[in-house]
């Protein structure tokens, strides 16, 4: 709404700017409880949707026309893949329970042939691959937390995504760990051994 104020016998118009408010727990949970994966299952639907942490709810962030165009591009190669192998790909819909309190809804996550995916599921079992495009208010989450939770889950391929530097870095989990990652750039092209006959052109996952 504009509201109007006096300056020096002029009338001029001010937009009043709304207000933005920071992501807090939701009324229906406990401030200190410590959920379990069960109960962010059961949750409301609410937007933006909410990731359990450590027992914590952290509200995911809206997402940029960039963060969402590379999210597209890498899940269109995988599903170009797919449908000669199999696999299946889902992007920021349902989620998977990484462990007893922790559910992720990573960017992009795989399910390979051997792992039952129920098609009205809200949430899957532990992905083989998670796909996350870093972002300034999530990217702490997803080199610390999440990559520890997912790493002590099995998900044998953990990408991160940096819009920034065009960079795709990718952890594959050895030992129960993931070790120094591949780092690609514009120009190369990611066809990883455990996916074979996958082919991503990096550069093409660029906004431009």
Same mark, same amino acid.
């Given at each position: 709404?504009?509201?109007?104020?006096?300056?020096?016998?002029?009338?001029?118009?001010?937009?009043?700017?709304?207000? #933005?408010?920071? *992501?807090?727990?939701?009324? =229906?949970?406990?401030?200190?409880?410590?959920?379990?994966?069960?109960? +962010?299952?059961?949750?409301?639907?609410?937007? *933006?949707?909410?990731?359990?942490?450590?027992?914590?709810?952290?509200?995911?962030? #809206?997402?940029?026309?960039?963060? /969402? +165009?590379?999210?597209?591009? =890498?899940?269109?190669?995988?599903?170009?893949?797919? @449908?000669?192998?199999? +696999?299946?790909?889902?992007?920021?819909?349902?989620?998977? %329970? &990484?462990?007893?309190?922790?559910?992720?809804?990573? /960017?992009?996550?795989? =399910?390979?042939?051997? &792992?039952?995916?129920?098609?009205?599921?809200? $949430?899957? *079992?532990?992905?083989?691959?998670?796909?996350?495009?870093?972002?300034?208010?999530?990217?702490?989450?997803?080199?610390?937390?999440?990559?520890?939770?997912?790493?002590? %889950?099995?998900?044998?391929? $953990?990408?991160?995504?940096? *819009?920034?530097?065009?960079?795709?870095?990718? $952890?594959?989990?050895?030992?129960?760990? $993931?070790?120094?990652?591949? &780092?690609?750039?514009?120009? @190369?092209?990611?066809?990883?051994?455990?996916?074979?006959?996958?082919?991503?052109?990096?550069?093409?996952?660029?906004?431009?």
């Amino acid at each position: 709404m504009a509201t109007k104020t006096q300056k020096s016998g002029d009338v001029s118009t001010r937009k009043s700017l709304p207000r #933005v408010s920071k *992501p807090r727990t939701p009324k =229906f949970v406990p401030r200190d409880s410590m959920l379990t994966v069960e109960q +962010w299952a059961a949750m409301p639907d609410v937007k *933006p949707p909410y990731e359990l942490i450590n027992g914590k709810l952290v509200q995911k962030m #809206v997402t940029t026309n960039e963060h /969402d +165009w590379i999210t597209s591009r =890498f899940k269109r190669f995988c599903d170009e893949w797919s @449908d000669q192998s199999h +696999w299946r790909f889902f992007s920021r819909g349902s989620g998977t %329970a &990484i462990g007893e309190h922790d559910g992720f809804i990573p /960017d992009v996550m795989g =399910f390979s042939p051997d &792992i039952q995916v129920a098609p009205k599921a809200t $949430y899957n *079992p532990v992905p083989f691959l998670v796909v996350e495009v870093l972002s300034r208010g999530t990217k702490k989450l997803d080199r610390n937390e999440k990559k520890a939770a997912c790493a002590q %889950a099995g998900v044998q391929l $953990y990408i991160l995504v940096d *819009p920034d530097a065009q960079t795709m870095e990718v $952890y594959s989990l050895q030992n129960a760990k $993931y070790g120094a990652p591949q &780092i690609l750039k514009s120009g @190369d092209v990611w066809q990883p051994e455990e996916l074979a006959g996958l082919k991503l052109e990096v550069e093409k996952l660029w906004f431009k």
